[in-house]
C-alpha cells in the first residue's frame, strides 16, 4: 500500500549537521536559557531578514502574544478571520479586542477599504497576516495607521524567506512575528521570532519571556517563559544554511500544480504578486462549485480515498470557533467567508514528487471531468 500524502512534511538536514551541533550542546551541558546556538541563530537570523537584530520565542505564537503586550496595546485591534487560531488568540491574551474586517477577494489579506470604516477611537493597532506568503497592501496600511496613529504589528508565519522588492517582511510595520514550527518553509522544531526596528520593544521582549527578569535579583514585571532552547536553535541553524534548496523543491512544486491547474474553469490558483519572490509555503486553491462542478469538501473526500490529505487552511474563520460561539459577527466578513468555504491547501514540502503532483491533479480534474 502507498504511503499516505500529508499537507505537508517537514525539511531536515543532513543527520550528521545536525549531530555536530548536539555535540557541542552535550559538551557545554548549555541546555537553554540564553546558549550560545541560541546567541548564534539570533544573529544569523537578523543577518538573513536585514534587521539589526530579533528575539527568538519557543514558538510563533508567543512571541506574537509577547510582541502585543510589549507594545502596551489596549482596546481594540483590527485584523482578520482569515488565519490560524494564534492570530486571534494572541489578541485576547493581550486583553484586547479583536475586530474582524473581510479580506481581499484576490490576495485573501485584510482588505484596506474595511479597515479605514473599522476605526474607532478604541483602536489600538492593526494585525494583518500575510497568508500562505502572500504580501498584505503595506503602502495603504502603513497610510491607514499613520493617519490614524495605529501600530502594526505584521502576522508573517508564513512568510519566512520571501523577499518584496529586496526587502524581507521584516522590514514592514512596526513588528512582524515569524513561526519556525516543524510544517514551515523553514523551522526549528518549534520556534518564532518578533523582528522590529524598535531596540527598546526587542529589550522589552527579551525579559517577557524570561519571567520578567532583568537580572538574578531583579524582576521588573510579569512574564512568562517561553524561551528558545538550544536544540532548537541548533535545528534552526542547520536549516538556515538549506534553506535556499528547501524553498527551490517547494517553488518547483508550485510550478508544476500551476501547469497543471491553471486555466481550468472553477478553480483560483494563489495570485502571483510582482516583486515578490515566493517561498512556496502553501498552495491554497478555490473550488468553486457552480463553474467547477464539485465543491471543496468533495475533492478533499476524493483525495483521502488515495489517501491524500489535503487541509482546509483556514477553515472555520476564527470569527467562527466553537469557543466564541455568539461573541462575533462573520456574516459581515462575507468574502472571507466564501473563501474559506471555497479553499483548499494541497500537500505541498520540498520532496514531494512532481509525479505525485500529477496524480493529485489528474484526481481534482477527472472528478469534474476536465480531464
Ligand atoms: N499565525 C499563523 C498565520 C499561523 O499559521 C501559525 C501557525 C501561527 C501564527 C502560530 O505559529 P506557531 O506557534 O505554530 O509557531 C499547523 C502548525 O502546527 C501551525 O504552526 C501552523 N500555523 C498551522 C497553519 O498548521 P495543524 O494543527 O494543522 O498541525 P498538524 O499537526 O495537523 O500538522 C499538519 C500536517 O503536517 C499533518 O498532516 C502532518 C504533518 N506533520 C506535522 C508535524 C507537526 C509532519 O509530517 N511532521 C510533523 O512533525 O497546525
Same mark, same amino acid.
Given at each position: 500500500?502507498?504511503?499516505?500524502?500529508?499537507?505537508?512534511?517537514?525539511?531536515?538536514?543532513?543527520?550528521?549537521?545536525?549531530?555536530?551541533?548536539?555535540?557541542?550542546?552535550?559538551?557545554?551541558?548549555?541546555?537553554?536559557?540564553?546558549?550560545?546556538?541560541?546567541?548564534?541563530?539570533?544573529?544569523?537570523?537578523?543577518?538573513?531578514?536585514?534587521?539589526?537584530?530579533?528575539?527568538?520565542?519557543?514558538?510563533?505564537?508567543?512571541?506574537?502574544?509577547?510582541?502585543?503586550?510589549?507594545?502596551?496595546?489596549?482596546?481594540?485591534?483590527?485584523?482578520?478571520?482569515?488565519?490560524? @487560531?494564534?492570530?486571534? =488568540?494572541?489578541?485576547?491574551?493581550?486583553?484586547?479586542?479583536?475586530? #474582524?474586517?473581510?479580506?481581499?477577494?484576490?490576495?485573501?489579506?485584510?482588505?484596506?477599504?474595511?479597515?479605514?470604516?473599522?476605526?474607532?477611537?478604541?483602536?489600538?493597532?492593526?494585525?494583518?497576516?500575510?497568508?500562505?506568503?502572500?504580501?498584505?497592501?503595506?503602502?495603504?496600511?502603513?497610510?491607514?495607521?499613520?493617519? =490614524?496613529?495605529?501600530?502594526?504589528?505584521?502576522?508573517?508565519?508564513?512568510?519566512?524567506?520571501?523577499?518584496?522588492?529586496?526587502?524581507?517582511?521584516?522590514?514592514?510595520?512596526?513588528?512582524?512575528?515569524?513561526?519556525?514550527? @516543524?510544517?514551515?518553509?523553514?523551522?526549528?522544531?518549534?520556534?518564532? @521570532?518578533?523582528?522590529?526596528?524598535?531596540?527598546?520593544?526587542?529589550?522589552?521582549?527579551?525579559?517577557?519571556?524570561?519571567?520578567?527578569?532583568?537580572?538574578?535579583?531583579?524582576?521588573?514585571?510579569?512574564?512568562?517563559?517561553?524561551?528558545?532552547?538550544?536544540?532548537? @536553535?541548533?535545528?534552526?541553524?542547520?536549516?538556515?544554511?538549506?534553506?535556499?534548496?528547501?524553498?527551490?523543491?517547494?517553488?518547483?512544486?508550485?510550478?508544476?500544480?500551476?501547469?497543471?491547474?491553471?486555466?481550468?474553469?472553477?478553480?483560483?490558483?494563489?495570485?502571483?504578486?510582482?516583486?515578490?519572490?515566493?517561498?512556496?509555503?502553501?498552495?491554497?486553491?478555490? #473550488?468553486?462549485?457552480?463553474?467547477?462542478?464539485?465543491?471543496?469538501?468533495?475533492?478533499?473526500?476524493?483525495?483521502?480515498?488515495?489517501?491524500? =490529505?489535503?487541509?482546509?487552511?483556514?477553515?472555520?474563520?476564527?470569527?467562527?470557533?466553537?469557543?466564541?460561539?455568539?461573541?462575533?459577527?462573520?456574516?459581515?466578513?462575507?468574502?472571507?467567508?466564501?473563501?474559506?468555504?471555497?479553499?483548499?491547501?494541497?500537500?505541498?514540502?520540498?520532496?514531494?514528487?512532481?509525479?505525485?503532483?500529477?496524480?493529485?491533479?489528474?484526481?481534482?480534474?477527472?472528478?469534474?471531468?476536465?480531464?
Amino acid at each position: 500500500m502507498k504511503e499516505p500524502i500529508l499537507v505537508t512534511r517537514p525539511s531536515l538536514p543532513p543527520k550528521e549537521e545536525l549531530l555536530a551541533y548536539i555535540d557541542r550542546i552535550y559538551d557545554s551541558r548549555w541546555l537553554t536559557n540564553f546558549g550560545p546556538l541560541h546567541r548564534e541563530f539570533s544573529e544569523a537570523l537578523s543577518a538573513y531578514l536585514g534587521t539589526e537584530s530579533v528575539s527568538l520565542f519557543v514558538n510563533g505564537h508567543q512571541a506574537l502574544a509577547a510582541c502585543l503586550k510589549a507594545m502596551n496595546l489596549s482596546g481594540e485591534i483590527l485584523t482578520t478571520p482569515f488565519t490560524f @487560531a494564534s492570530t486571534t =488568540h494572541a489578541i485576547l491574551e493581550a486583553g484586547c479586542t479583536p475586530v #474582524f474586517c473581510d479580506i481581499d477577494p484576490v490576495t485573501y489579506t485584510l482588505d484596506p477599504e474595511r479597515i479605514e470604516e473599522q476605526i474607532t477611537e478604541r483602536t489600538s493597532a492593526i494585525l494583518p497576516v500575510h497568508v500562505y506568503g502572500i504580501f498584505c497592501d503595506i503602502e495603504r496600511i502603513g497610510a491607514i495607521a499613520e493617519k =490614524h496613529h495605529l501600530r502594526v504589528v505584521y502576522d508573517a508565519a508564513h512568510t519566512f524567506g520571501e523577499t518584496r522588492n529586496g526587502l524581507s517582511p521584516a522590514a514592514f510595520g512596526d513588528a512582524s512575528m515569524f513561526s519556525f514550527h @516543524a510544517t514551515k518553509v523553514f523551522h526549528s522544531i518549534e520556534g518564532g @521570532a518578533v523582528a522590529s526596528g524598535d531596540p527598546a520593544l526587542l529589550e522589552r521582549l527579551e525579559r517577557i519571556k524570561d519571567f520578567g527578569i532583568e537580572n538574578a535579583e531583579s524582576v521588573t514585571e510579569i512574564g512568562t517563559n517561553a524561551k528558545m532552547n538550544e536544540f532548537q @536553535a541548533a535545528m534552526g541553524l542547520c536549516n538556515l544554511r538549506h534553506l535556499s534548496d528547501t524553498i527551490a523543491a517547494r517553488c518547483a512544486a508550485v510550478r508544476c500544480y500551476r501547469d497543471l491547474l491553471g486555466g481550468t474553469e472553477g478553480l483560483t490558483l494563489p495570485p502571483v504578486q510582482e516583486g515578490v519572490s515566493c517561498n512556496g509555503a502553501y498552495f491554497p486553491v478555490l #473550488f468553486d462549485p457552480e463553474r467547477f462542478g464539485k465543491d471543496r469538501d468533495e475533492i478533499m473526500e476524493l483525495l483521502a480515498r488515495e489517501q491524500i =490529505h489535503a487541509r482546509k487552511y483556514f477553515y472555520p474563520l476564527t470569527s467562527e470557533f466553537a469557543c466564541f460561539a455568539g461573541r462575533f459577527h462573520p456574516e459581515e466578513t462575507p468574502v472571507a467567508r466564501r473563501i474559506s468555504r471555497q479553499v483548499l491547501t494541497l500537500p505541498l514540502y520540498a520532496d514531494l514528487p512532481h509525479s505525485e503532483i500529477a496524480r493529485i491533479c489528474g484526481i481534482i480534474l477527472s472528478a469534474a471531468g476536465k480531464k
